[in-house]
């Protein structure tokens, strides 16, 4: 089966070259990116109408989050129909009509896929409450029986990610207490039972229907869920580890070995497409180690590198995590990716200068302890870019990072929606910060969000001096830096290359070699004196005196 690609990248491939290895992805949240329907949400026309900035900044792909119908508990990841869209967006039509001009500009599409869980509104939930326990209904989704002497007992103590229980009970049709049902997440998005063949066909229908449309691959939500340990056993978790199990082994829902034969399932399916069509999991797990478990030849094509997001601005640790990355995917025979801010996540403009710890799903607000001084998290922001797009393998970005944008730490609460703000009675701020419509002109509606000045979620004013009009012909802003870099890596292939570390530059430098590029980030606060005579390819900030200063990285010709 072909792709409607264009000639830019419907291009022969051998093994080892497939664009997915040094590609750089850049994640669209439809909510928060551009609203041509000026209702406050972002929407799939939107996207279409700024492809040309999309062009123009130099990524090789966009990934969607989702835009699938929904009833929006959970922004998009809570589906009621896999194989449509949502009002909210745009129609099927509009999808197309993106796709074209994306594929036009030589620009791939990756949407997203949420396997682990539905909206309760999903025909399937439905069915299920209104059949009888035991039926073929409610064998989609995990429903058991309770405990104690009525069931009034959920079958275990789990916690949802989002806070409080993880398990909700329904009322029979008779009006009788009757079975639990498991989310992980929301009580709104019920957790499919993954050892049933029924759920496992139905979403091999879903690929297909995106595959027949021309995507180019597959964002996989949750990817180390799905398949949860036999009997289901009682697990507190660590309160310190992050939310999605990330820094915890051996949790009986996160990380089972039956969710390879998923994705070895999946692999063959789709292989049988033309255009070198990738899968990408989202898989939180403790090491890059057990992470390259999902990315082996004939399961998925990628992984996010959540060990490098989560890494400080500290060099030797980031010393150590590109070591295990590229030792752990290169194993396996594929590429590390490398990414610092997604929509789950603080900023990295702001995370990278907190001063306190910050659990992955928290969000910080105007309460949160270890504040953020804005300009140390910029500083950084661009330092550690510059470093990360510097790195052999596939980097994401996330949108309006370009622009060095912020967390947004001052929405009020009654402004907040993230399900995680209401389902901890307000002691997690969860992800709204980073989901803030992101700005395009300094003046104007919703400064340039929209026409209309409706915004999901509040603006803040310091959008003005950061929006996309502000940058464009500014040679120092960071827009321009990353137009910059992403020219220069491709120039000089470094998404292909090879790391070598290099010695000299101290205890506080991350320095190596790629090629015909040489590497220095100066994670200290003390000036690092480079090579007499060198020059400078990319800089992420002013030198001083010919020396790195702290919280700036360097590209120089080797």
């Not at 398990?167 to 009757?178: H, K, L, N, Y």
């Not at 910060?433 to 969000?449: H, L, M």
Request: hydrophobic fraction near 40%; glycine fraction near 10%; charged fraction near 20%.
């Amino acid at each position: 089966m072909s792709s409607p690609m264009n000639a830019s990248t419907d291009v022969a491939v051998t093994p080892g070259s497939e664009w997915w290895r040094t590609a750089v992805i850049y994640q669209i949240y439809p909510r928060s990116f551009a609203d041509a329907s000026g209702d406050g949400i972002g929407d799939l026309p939107g996207i279409t109408s700024r492809m040309d900035d999309l062009a123009d900044l130099g990524i090789d792909a966009i990934w969607l989050s989702p835009f699938q119908k929904s009833p929006q508990k959970d922004a998009g990841y809570d589906v009621s129909d896999y194989c449509d869209v949502d009002p909210l967006f745009g129609t099927l039509d509009d999808f197309d009509a993106m796709l074209a001009a994306a594929h036009g500009r030589g620009i791939r599409v990756i949407v997203d896929l949420v396997p682990n869980h539905s909206s309760d509104q999903h025909e399937w939930f439905q069915q299920a409450l209104a059949a009888a326990p035991g039926s073929r209904e409610r064998a989609r989704y995990m429903f058991r029986d309770g405990k104690g002497e009525n069931g009034d007992v959920p079958p275990n103590n789990w916690d949802s990610v989002f806070g409080g229980p993880a398990w909700t009970r329904v009322t029979e049709t008779d009006g009788t207490p009757g079975q639990w049902y498991l989310h992980l997440f929301d009580s709104s998005q019920p957790d499919f039972d993954w050892t049933n063949e029924e759920v496992r066909e139905e979403f091999r229908r879903v690929l297909r229907f995106w595959l027949d449309r021309g995507v180019d691959g597959f964002r996989v939500d949750v990817a180390h869920g799905m398949i949860k340990a036999d009997g289901l056993p009682d697990y507190s978790p660590d309160p310190e580890a992050g939310s999605m199990g990330g820094e915890e082994a051996d949790v009986p829902y996160w990380g089972q070995e039956g969710v390879h034969e998923i994705y070895r399932d999946w692999h063959t399916l789709v292989a049988e497409y033309d255009g070198d069509r990738a899968l990408c999991a989202e898989a939180w797990l403790p090491t890059p180690e057990k992470t390259a478990l999902w990315v082996r030849p004939d399961e998925m094509h990628q992984a996010f590198n959540f060990a490098y997001l989560e890494t400080k601005w500290d060099a030797a640790a980031l010393r150590a995590v590109v070591d295990d990355s590229l030792a752990a995917y290169g194993a396996v025979g594929a590429p590390s990716t490398w990414v610092l801010s997604n929509h789950d996540v603080v900023r990295h403009a702001s995370r990278l200068a907190l001063t306190a710890e910050n659990p992955q799903g928290h969000g910080i607000g105007p309460d949160s302890p270890g504040q953020p001084d804005a300009v140390v998290g910029l500083a950084r922001a661009r330092a550690a870019t510059t470093l990360m797009l510097a790195l052999p393998g596939s980097s994401y970005l996330y949108q309006g990072e370009e622009l060095g944008l912020p967390e947004v730490v001052h929405i009020p609460g009654e402004a907040r929606q993230d399900p995680t703000w209401f389902r901890t009675n307000g002691e997690r701020y969860g992800r709204d910060g980073c989901r803030v419509p992101i700005p395009w002109t300094a003046d104007g509606a919703a400064y340039g969000f929209n026409t209309t000045g409706e915004s999901w979620l509040p603006q803040p004013a310091e959008w003005a001096q950061l929006a996309r009009s502000a940058q464009q012909d500014d040679p120092t802003s960071t827009l321009s830096l990353y137009r910059a870099i992403l020219a220069a890596r491709k120039q000089h292939a470094l998404g292909a290359g090879t790391l070598e570390w290099v010695e000299g530059f101290g205890e506080d430098a991350v320095a190596f070699r790629n090629g015909d590029v040489t590497v220095v980030a100066n994670t200290g606060t003390q000036p690092i004196a480079l090579p007499e005579g060198s020059t400078v390819l990319i800089a992420s900030g002013p030198l001083e005196d010919g020396a790195l200063p702290g919280d700036t990285t360097v590209w120089i010709a080797s």
